[in-house]
T-cell receptor, first 112, second 110 residues
Framework: QQQVRQSPQSLTVWEGETAILNCSYE??????FPWYHQFPGESPALLIA?????NKKEDGRFTIFFNKREKKFSLHIADSQPGDSATYFC???????????FGAGTKLTIKP | EAAVTQSPRSKVAVTGGKVTLSCHQT?????MYWYRQDTGHGLRLIHY???????EKGDIPDGYKASRPSQENFSLILELASLSQTAVYFC?????????FGPGTRLLVL
């Protein structure tokens, strides 16, 4: 069962453009929504996260937009740089048991 | 200094053999997790634990056992390795919010 759906599977944008990665979920008990990035040959690492009490979270060029009613959240990467090229995973955590469910990932390529 | 370490970093196993993957963390975290990563499937949770001597099933526990003998150590055991278990395995510890991943173990079952 895939409780967190991520799209697109791959995305290519030009340097300087805004990349938009999307996720949706089904379980209303999810209470924490992080995004992780993974560079080739490395481990995933936390990029940015949001809790449902907010509908927006910014950290530099990275912004999460959260829509609780539609059970959707997205990651916007402004002014994309070639160094942002990586695989990005959205995730959701169940309230109470700390179980994490990851999306299938979006492979992002930034062309210079 | 790496706070989550895994051993071995890579392993070749034979079908039907027993494989043990080990994870050690120095983060003093209560939560530890085992994931497998396959192309197209992202990270899938196998087992996790929130206290020593107790483990919980994740989303894909079949064919795997887990052991948490102490807060610092969490092992993943494949009693009868199969070809379908070829993957990269990541261990992680968590403070409840952030997952801190180890470097991964690349397992090839032949």
């Amino acid at each position: 069962q895939q409780q967190v759906r991520q799209s697109p599977q791959s995305l290519t944008v030009w340097e300087g453009e805004t990349a938009i990665l999307n996720c949706s979920y089904e379980d209303s008990t999810f209470d924490y929504f992080p995004w992780y990035h993974q560079f080739p040959g490395e481990s995933p690492a936390l990029l940015i996260a949001i809790r449902p009490v907010s509908n927006k979270k910014e950290d530099g060029r990275f912004t999460i937009f959260f829509n609780k009613r539609e059970k959707k959240f997205s990651l916007h990467i402004a002014d994309s740089q070639p160094g942002d090229s990586a695989t990005y995973f959205c995730a959701a955590r169940n309230y109470g048991n700390e179980k994490i469910t990851f999306g299938a990932g979006t492979k992002l390529t930034i062309k210079p | 200094e790496a706070a989550v370490t895994q051993s071995p970093r890579s392993k070749v196993a034979v079908t039907g053999g027993k494989v043990t993957l080990s994870c050690h963390q120095t983060n003093n975290h209560d939560y530890m997790y085992w994931y497998r990563q396959d192309t197209g499937h992202g990270l899938r949770l196998i087992h996790y634990s929130y206290v020593a001597d107790s483990t919980e099933k994740g989303d894909i526990p079949d064919g795997y056992k887990a052991s948490r003998p102490s807060q610092e150590n969490f092992s993943l055991i494949l009693e009868l390795a199969s070809l379908s278990q070829t993957a990269v395995y990541f261990c992680a510890s968590s403070d409840g919010d952030t997952q801190y991943f180890g470097p991964g173990t690349r397992l090839l079952v032949l």
